[in-house]
């Protein structure tokens, strides 16, 4: 009788975890024929870092306290526009719906699409760090710095995916996405900024590890609060 | 197959199913028709498990909503008047998205056969943005019947389609609905369901008014029976 519940337990995670590998596969084949959402997401990222580097004549020691708040600036805005496109591709053609109508657990959608949107995200950054870098002349090739961009994006994809689930059901959506996630992921974009900060000047990893607890605790809490309530966000 | 007591929708302080009792026999094809409004969308919703019930019991291959959600959801398929269908991956790689979203066994043969039943073996591997209207809804049917359900929900599947493809849609409805699958259909076009439904039901201001079989109804009649069940409600 034991095993014969471990096997079907055993089918059920195989069926949630084959759903959330084929959502994934399913949105990066999809991205890479169309490239529409990484290349609104680059083209935008990158104007932003030009923009910021023409405006900002700093001068070396100047660069190194703005950049955190310059790099976060840029990576939140571009984030935001990948994560209302995501959630758009899955509206317009009815695919949310067919989406929902498979019989797997529904927080297999939303840990797909998250982890699909944190790839989109990924790629940009890995773009936009070197770019950054040459432009500003400062060496962003920091471990804790990555460590920090790596905590930094999966919180606020998590809150993202989340809120453009619900953004998505409205007329409103473009401009309601911002309105909610914002005001949600100031915390996670505060110890962001000052961890980031940290790192590029050099601090001691004591004085930093608050903020990095912080991002650890706020991606925890926002990844299970998202798994509790998905079903109810994208249901009418 | 499907039963539904006393069921009531509202969307806040708009009530849009007001008491419905359903009931649809195993194998049985119903029409649902009704004018514009009259919630047939959104009560195909419901027994979907895409929308909550306000009240009322609703049971699907004897599994209850919202409860038993997913186990409803194992014994459907559903087609729309939208596709559901990915624009950038092709006829086959939307069949094996949606083959591995629902766990469906031996899924290359099964694509196989479904592309093979739904007339697009040659356009396989062509991306679903390339197809024209009636071949999008020709996949999603293939894409509906791919898990093999008991029960399929059809909500204006003849919308958008010329007079060819909708003429092909009701050969492929057939021969889905003759391997003995429980189907209900809503639509606005009573030629085109006459002859495919066995039953009709007519929803009207958030209740079934009339319902009727089709070996009652005389040869033509389905329009009289329609207009006499709205008169003094539409």
New interface residues.
């Given amino acids: 009788m034991s095993n014969i519940r471990l096997t079907a337990r055993q089918k059920t995670s195989s069926r949630f975890f084959g759903a959330v590998g084929a959502i994934i596969w399913k949105d990066l084949a999809a991205e890479l024929r169309s490239r529409e959402l990484l290349s609104a997401m680059l083209v935008f990222a990158l104007l932003v870092t030009l923009i910021f580097n023409f405006a900002l004549d700093l001068d070396p020691g100047t660069r190194r306290v703005a950049t955190p708040g310059i790099l976060w600036a840029t990576f939140a805005f571009a984030g935001t526009l990948g994560l209302n496109r995501s959630m758009a591709v899955e509206k317009d053609r009815g695919c949310l719906d067919g989406l929902l109508l498979a019989p797997v657990d529904r927080s297999a959608i939303y840990f797909g699409k998250t982890i699909s949107n944190l790839a989109f995200m990924l790629i940009v950054e890995v773009v936009v760090l070197p770019v950054y870098s040459v432009l500003y002349n400062m060496n962003l090739f920091n471990t804790g710095l990555i460590v920090v961009i790596l905590l930094g994006s999966i919180g606020y994809i998590a809150v993202g995916t989340l809120l453009s689930s619900m953004a998505v059901q409205t007329r409103t959506r473009d401009v309601l996405l911002p309105i909610l996630l914002f005001p949600v992921v100031i915390p996670i974009l505060i110890a962001a900024v000052k961890a980031s900060s940290g790192f590029l000047q050099g601090l001691a990893l004591t004085e930093v590890m608050p903020y990095i607890n912080l991002l650890i605790v706020y991606d925890l809490i926002f990844i299970a609060a998202a798994y509790m309530v998905f079903d109810y966000v994208v249901e009418e | 197959m499907i039963t539904v007591k006393k069921l009531v929708k509202r969307f806040g302080l708009k009530t849009v199913l007001r008491g419905v009792d359903f009931e649809v026999q195993e194998g049985e094809f119903v029409a649902l028709l009704g004018p514009n409004g009259a919630g047939k969308t959104t009560f195909l ?1 419901i027994l ?5 019930p306000s009240f009322g019991d609703v049971r699907v291959a004897g599994h209850r909503l919202p409860a038993e959600a ?2 409803v ?2 014994t ?1 398929g ?1 087609v ?1 008047h ?8 092709t006829a086959e ?1 939307n069949l094996r ?2 083959g ?4 469906v066994f031996d899924l290359r043969n099964r694509i196989n056969e479904i592309l093979e039943l739904v007339g697009l073996t040659s356009r396989r591997r062509d ?1 679903v943005r390339t197809f024209s209207r009636g071949m999008q809804q020709r996949l999603a049917i293939g ?1 509906a019947i791919l898990p093999n359900p008991e029960v399929l929900l059809f909500d204006e599947p003849h919308t958008g389609l010329d007079q060819d493809a909708c003429d092909m849609l009701d050969r492929l409805l057939r021969e889905v609905a003759g391997q003995g699958r429980t189907v209900v259909m809503t639509s606005h076009d009573l030629a085109r369901v006459e002859d495919l439904a066995s039953r009709f039901d007519v929803l009207s201001r958030g209740i079934i008014a009339a319902s009727t079989k089709r070996n009652e109804l005389g040869k033509n009649n389905l329009l009289d029976f329609y207009r006499n069940s709205l008169v003094g409600r539409a």
């Fill in positions: 919703r979907a498990s895409l929308s909550r997913a186990a959801r194992s459907l559903v729309t939208l596709p559901l269908l990915y624009g950038d991956l790689e998205f949606y591995k979203m629902y766990g991306l894409r």
